[in-house]
C-alpha cells in the first residue's frame, strides 16, 4: 500500500501561480508512475500531468507550457508547478501512483493508477 499527501493548494487570481506537492510513504516501490489528476464539479476526472521515476513525462494538452511536473525520487515526493493559472484550472487536484508493471509508459489515463490522495482544492478566480 502507498500513501499519498497532498500539499500546496489554495485560491489564487487568474494568471497567477501555485505549487502542488505529494509526498509518498508506505511501498514506495509501487510509485514508479506518479501523476496529477484534477476534478471539477459535475465533471470525470482528467490526467493533468503524468512522470516516471526516470523523469519521462506526459501532459495534458490544456497545460502544456503552463504546468511543470518534477519528482525527487530520494525523497518520495512529487511536485506540480501551476503558472499562468486561469479559472478553468479550478477543481479538485489528486496525486496518483501506479506500480512499473501495470502500464507501458506513462500515462493520463485515471484508471492506470492504483494508488490515491485524498485531494487539495485549487481554486482560481478571474
Known amino acids: 500500500q502507498v500513501r499519498l499527501v497532498e500539499s500546496g493548494g489554495g485560491s489564487v487570481q487568474s494568471g497567477g501561480s501555485l505549487r502542488l506537492s505529494c509526498a509518498a510513504s508506505g511501498d514506495t516501490s509501487s510509485t514508479y508512475y506518479m501523476g496529477w489528476f484534477r476534478q471539477a464539479p459535475g465533471e470525470e476526472r482528467e490526467g493533468v500531468a503524468a512522470i516516471d521515476t526516470h523523469g519521462s513525462t506526459r501532459y495534458a494538452e490544456s497545460v502544456k507550457g503552463r504546468f511543470t511536473i518534477s519528482r525527487d525520487n530520494a525523497k518520495n515526493t512529487l511536485d506540480l508547478q501551476m503558472n499562468s493559472l486561469e479559472p478553468e484550472d479550478t477543481a479538485m487536484y489528486y496525486c496518483?501512483?501506479?506500480?512499473?508493471?501495470?502500464?507501458?509508459?506513462?500515462?493520463?489515463?485515471?484508471?492506470?493508477?492504483?494508488?490515491w490522495g485524498q485531494g487539495i482544492q485549487v481554486t482560481v478566480s478571474s
Open positions: 496518483a501512483a501506479a506500480p512499473k508493471y501495470t502500464v507501458p509508459i506513462v500515462t493520463l489515463i485515471v484508471a492506470d493508477y492504483n494508488f
